[in-house]
């Protein structure tokens, strides 16, 4: 059973390895995470984000089970990126932080659906922000970061409710030692990457 992480988890830092297989456990594990994705009214989901070491996000601009269509990212790469925009962005993992990010205006991507397929595609307008945004989680970025420094201080105090609620988790052993988890995201790798 996957479970969202949230800031200041440190898995949410932790680059993602290349998969080299995929298998019908993988193929399992991205249905929870369309699952999770809904659940939590999100457009993009990241491994990482539910505690998966790996290359890959899920995504659907419609935010609706039954409408947009379910894509998934595997080794996803950004060949070309030109443009520049201005949006606001949250994330599942920061619920209730929201702010402004600059990013690319549109993207070319390479990357491989759950079937093998290989896909390139040149996108543009809220996919590219959601691709970009997803990519960066595999990287061990998170929005926050993108965001200007003197913007930064509006969300300081909210990322320090964070921490001290992670904290407080972690005293009352609800979340596992750094050690533990480190242990885990090696587990993972040596099974899929
Ligand atoms: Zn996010």
Redesign the pocket.
């Known amino acids: 059973m996957l479970h969202l992480i949230t800031y200041p988890h440190p898995t949410l830092r932790y680059p993602a390895k290349p998969i080299a297989r995929v298998d019908a456990h993988l193929k399992s594990l991205v249905g929870e995470m369309f699952d999770i994705m809904y659940e939590h009214r999100g457009v993009g989901l ?1 491994a990482t ?1 539910v505690n998966l070491p790996i290359r890959l996000f899920v995504a659907n601009p419609s935010g609706e089970k039954e409408t947009g269509p379910e894509l998934v990212f595997i080794n996803p790469v950004i060949q070309r990126a030109t443009g520049s925009a201005e949006a606001e962005e949250g ?3 920061l619920p209730g932080i929201n702010a402004t990010v600059k990013r690319n205006k549109s993207v070319k991507i390479n990357a491989y659906g759950l079937d093998g397929t290989e896909i390139n595609a040149e996108v543009d307008g809220f996919l590219a922000r959601i691709i970009q ?1 997803e990519l960066d ?1 595999l990287d061990g970025v998170l ?1 926050i970061d993108r965001v200007p420094e003197q913007n930064r201080m509006q969300i300081q105090d909210e990322l320090s409710g964070f921490e001290s609620t992670f904290e407080m988790k972690r005293k009352a052993g609800l979340i596992l030692s750094d050690e533990k988890i480190f242990e885990e995201l090696k587990a993972w790798e040596a099974k899929y990457c």
């Open positions: 990241a984000q994330c599942l993992s945004h989680h929005f």
